[in-house]
C-alpha cells in the first residue's frame, strides 16, 4: 500500500480567497476563472500571478484576441499588486493572435509548449480561452476538436508541473456542453449584479476537486489593493458534547456604565451576549451605547463602534462625549468603522468589524444603528436581513464580544414594538427607552425588558442625560398605563 501524497496548497494572495479555497488553490492545478465582461477576471488572474510568480519559477500569461498586453497592462498597473520588477522577469506576457487567426489547434498547443518548455514556469494563464477556443476550433467537428484540445492541454501542463488558469468570459449554458468544464480541476465564477443605486460583486468556487470549500456566493469588492473576497458566514455546527451539556454558564458580568442600570440587569451584562436598545428617535440610544464603551476602556477593555446613521464625530450626540471617544479612538483604545453606503453586504460588514476588533483587542462591539445598517446594505441583501443579523451576531458573541445593537422603533403607544426588523429574538437583553407625558412634561422612561438566563428588575425608571452621564431616577410607581404614553395616577396600597 503507497503513502497517500499531501496536495500542497499555493497561497493566491487574495484576502479571503485561501480561506474560501480551504487553504489556497492547489499546486499544478487546471483551473478556469469565468464570468461576464467586467466582472473582475482579469485582475483575479492577475492578482495571483504576481503572488505566485518567482524567478526560478516564473509566470507565462498568454494573450488571445482580447485586450492587446500594452492596454491590459496600462490598467492593471493601477493595482498594489502590480510590481514592474517582475515583468519581463519573473512574468512574461506573450500574445497567440497569430496562432488563434491563422494556425490550427495542433499550431496553438505546439507555441504553448515550446514557451512553457523554455521557460519551466510555475503559473500559466491563458486569457481569454474562449477565445482561443472558438478560434482553434471553427471546423465542423468542433466538439470532439474542443475536447480534444482542452484534454492535451491540460496533459501538458499538468506534466510540466505548472499551475494553470485559463479565463473566460462563458455564459452558464456552457456548463453542460463545454468540455473545459469536465477537465477542469477548479472553477471560479464571477458575477456582478445591478440592482437600483448598487452593484454587487460575487464568487462562486463552482468546483475544486480534492479540496473542500466554503459553499455559496461571496460577496467581494475591487478597490486599489486588487481583489478582497469576504467569505460567506458560516456558523459552525454544535459537537454532540455541547449539544448535551448546553450553553456554558457565563459567570462575569461587564459594567453597562451606568449603575443603577448594571443593577437592574443583576449585576450588569453577562459577558459574550448581545444587548438590543430600542427607543424612538431622541430618546438615548446612542449615548448609552457610548457609555458602554467608555466603561470598558474605563476597565481596559478595547471597543468598537460600526456606525451608520452619523458621521463617526457626531456620534454620542454630545460634544463633550464625543471629543472624548474621539480621543480614546486616536489612542486606539477604541476602533470607529465608518461604512460605505448603499452597497455592502453582510460578509464585508462582519470582515470589518472583525478586523478592527483584533486590532483593539475589543470585548464590546455598538453597532448604532440597525435601521442605519440595513440601508447601507445593497439592495439583494436587504431581502435575508433578519437571517444575516443572526449569523453575524452568533459570530461575533461566539468570538466572546458582547454586542450591543441599537434599533429606533416608532414610539406607537397602542403597540410594544422593540425593532422593525423582527430581531428583537435574536438578541439575550432587551432594553426599552421611552416617552411619557407626567404633569405636563414629556419625560424619558427605561425598562429591562428580558434578561436571557438572568433576574432582572421589571420597574420601569425615568432617566436623565447630562453632559456627563445618565442619571436614573426611582422606579416610578402609583401609574396605569405607562407604556401607553399617557399613564393615570392610582393609589398605591401596601401589600
Known amino acids: 500500500m503507497t503513502d497517500s501524497v499531501a496536495i500542497r496548497r499555493l497561497p493566491t494572495g487574495v484576502p479571503g480567497l485561501d480561506e474560501i479555497l480551504g487553504g489556497g488553490m492547489p499546486e499544478f492545478s487546471f483551473n478556469l476563472i469565468a464570468g461576464a465582461p467586467g466582472s473582475g477576471k482579469t485582475t483575479l488572474a492577475q492578482q495571483v500571478m504576481f503572488n505566485l510568480a518567482r524567478l526560478d519559477r516564473p509566470a507565462l500569461y498568454f494573450t488571445v484576441l482580447g485586450e492587446p498586453p500594452l492596454k491590459m497592462l496600462r490598467y492593471q498597473q493601477q493595482f498594489q499588486f502590480f510590481d514592474h520588477e517582475k515583468v519581463n522577469d519573473s512574468i512574461r506576457f506573450l500574445s497567440l493572435a497569430d496562432e488563434a487567426t491563422n494556425g490550427s489547434p495542433g499550431d496553438i498547443l505546439a507555441r504553448i509548449t515550446r514557451e512553457v518548455e523554455a521557460a519551466n514556469p510555475g503559473v500559466v494563464i491563458v486569457d481569454s480561452f474562449r ?5 482553434s476550433t471553427s471546423m465542423p467537428a468542433n466538439e470532439l476538436l474542443s475536447q480534444h484540445f482542452v484534454q492535451q492541454l491540460a496533459v501538458q501542463l499538468t506534466g510540466w508541473q505548472a499551475t494553470t488558469f485559463l479565463v473566460g468570459e462563458f455564459p452558464t449554458s456552457d456548463i453542460e456542453a463545454n468540455p473545459v468544464f469536465t477537465v477542469a480541476d477548479g472553477i471560479l465564477w464571477l458575477y456582478q449584479s445591478i440592482d437600483r443605486n448598487s452593484m454587487v460583486r460575487k464568487l462562486h468556487v463552482m468546483k475544486l476537486r480534492g479540496q473542500a470549500s466554503i459553499p455559496g456566493l461571496h460577496t467581494f469588492r475591487i478597490s486599489e489593493s486588487g481583489v478582497t473576497v469576504f467569505p460567506r458566514l458560516i456558523i459552525e455546527p454544535e459537537t454532540p458534547a455541547e449539544i448535551r451539556s448546553g450553553p456554558a454558564v457565563k459567570h462575569e ?27 424612538p428617535s431622541g430618546s438615548g440610544k446612542s449615548v448609552l451605547s457610548a457609555e458602554f464603551l467608555l466603561e470598558g476602556v474605563r476597565r481596559q477593555e478595547g471597543g468598537v463602534v460600526a456606525v451608520f446613521e452619523k458621521r463617526p464625530s457626531k456620534y454620542a450626540v454630545n460634544a463633550q462625549r464625543g471629543a472624548v471617544i474621539q480621543q480614546m479612538a486616536q489612542e486606539r483604545q477604541i476602533k470607529i468603522v465608518q461604512t460605505r453606503p448603499l452597497d455592502l453586504s453582510i460578509d464585508e460588514t462582519l470582515h470589518d468589524l472583525t478586523e478592527a476588533i483584533r486590532q483593539v483587542n475589543a470585548r464590546r462591539l455598538v453597532i448604532d444603528s440597525l435601521s442605519g445598517f440595513e440601508l447601507a446594505l445593497a439592495p439583494t441583501f436587504r431581502e435575508d436581513f433578519r437571517e444575516s443579523l443572526y449569523r453575524m451576531i452568533t459570530l461575533l458573541t461566539g468570538m466572546g464580544v458582547t454586542v450591543m445593537l441599537t434599533a429606533e422603533i416608532e414610539d406607537r403607544y397602542t403597540e410594544l414594538r422593540f425593532s422593525p426588523h423582527g430581531a428583537a429574538f435574536l438578541t439575550d437583553i432587551i432594553i ?3 416617552y411619557v407625558v407626567l404633569d405636563g412634561e414629556l419625560r424619558r422612561i427605561m425598562g429591562v425588558v428580558k434578561a436571557r438566563a438572568s433576574a432582572h428588575s421589571k420597574a420601569l425608571r425615568t432617566f436623565e442625560i447630562t453632559d456627563d452621564a445618565i442619571v436614573i431616577g426611582e422606579a416610578l410607581r402609583g401609574y396605569d398605563g405607562l407604556l401607553t404614553g399617557r399613564p393615570v395616577a392610582v393609589e398605591v396600597t401596601n401589600r
Do not use: C, H, K, N
Open 131 to 135: 477565445s482561443l477556443l472558438r478560434a
Open 253 to 279: 458580568r461587564l459594567s453597562i456604565g451606568v449603575t443603577e442600570l448594571d443593577a437592574m440587569l443583576g449585576g450588569g451584562v453577562p459577558a459574550g451576549y448581545s444587548v438590543l436598545v430600542a427607543g
Open 432 to 434: 426599552l427607552q421611552r
